[in-house]
C-alpha cells in the first residue's frame, strides 16, 4: 500500500477554504509533505483540484513550473467559468509575486499586467454568487497590488488594499 492511500482524501468541497484549510492543517500535523498533499489533489482529477495543487506546489523549492503552468491550462479547458477565472488568477499572480519578491521591477510588465487584471476584477465582480468568487477577487486584487506597487503608483495601491481589507471583512 502506498503511503498516500493512508491518507485522508481531499474534501469533496475544495471550493470552501475553511474546510479545504482545515484537511490542509491536518495533513501537516501529520508531516505530510507538499509534494504528497499535491499528489492526493491530482487524484481528484477535478478543475478545483488542479487549482489547489497548483497553489501548493508553488511553495515548492524548486518550483515544478511547467506542471503548475499544465495544471492551470487544464483547470482553464475543464472548469466552470469562475474556475477559469481563479487559473488565470492564479497565473498572473505568481507571474507577479515571485519578481516583486526577488526586487525585479519591470514596469513593462507590471503597466500592461494592470490594465488585463482589472478587465479579469470587472468579470468576476459580475459573477452570480459562487463559492470561488471571492477567493478569485482576492486573487486578482493582490496582483494588481503588487503590480501598482512595481510602477510605484501608491493612490492605486492604498485604494486596492481598502478593497481587499473590505473583501476580507466580507469573507
Known amino acids: 500500500m502506498d503511503r ?3 491518507l485522508p482524501v481531499p474534501p469533496s468541497d475544495l471550493a470552501d477554504l475553511e474546510v479545504w484549510g482545515i484537511w490542509k492543517a491536518g495533513l501537516r500535523q ?7 498533499i ?24 524548486p518550483q515544478p513550473r511547467d506542471d503548475i503552468r499544465e495544471w492551470l491550462r487544464r483547470a482553464y479547458v475543464n472548469g466552470d ?3 477559469q477565472l481563479l487559473a488565470l488568477a492564479l497565473s498572473i499572480f505568481f507571474q507577479t509575486e515571485g519578481p516583486l519578491r526577488a526586487g525585479v521591477r519591470d514596469h513593462e510588465v507590471s503597466d500592461s499586467s494592470i490594465s488585463g487584471l ?3 476584477l470587472q468579470e468576476t465582480r459580475t459573477l452570480p454568487s459562487h463559492p470561488l468568487r471571492l477567493e478569485v477577487e482576492f486573487r486578482l486584487l493582490s496582483s494588481l497590488l503588487q503590480a501598482n506597487l512595481i510602477v ?4 492605486n495601491a492604498e ?11 466580507l469573507s
Open 159 to 169: 485604494r486596492i488594499s481598502g478593497q481587499m481589507l473590505a473583501l476580507a471583512e
Open 38 to 61: 499535491v499528489s492526493l489533489l491530482l487524484r481528484t482529477e477535478i478543475p478545483l483540484g488542479l487549482l489547489r495543487a497548483a497553489t501548493v506546489a508553488h511553495r515548492i523549492r
Open 81 to 83: 467559468r469562475a474556475a
Open 30 to 36: 501529520q508531516g505530510v509533505q507538499n509534494q504528497e
Open 152 to 155: 510605484k503608483h501608491v493612490q
Open 118 to 120: 482589472e478587465a479579469l
Open 4 to 6: 498516500l492511500d493512508s
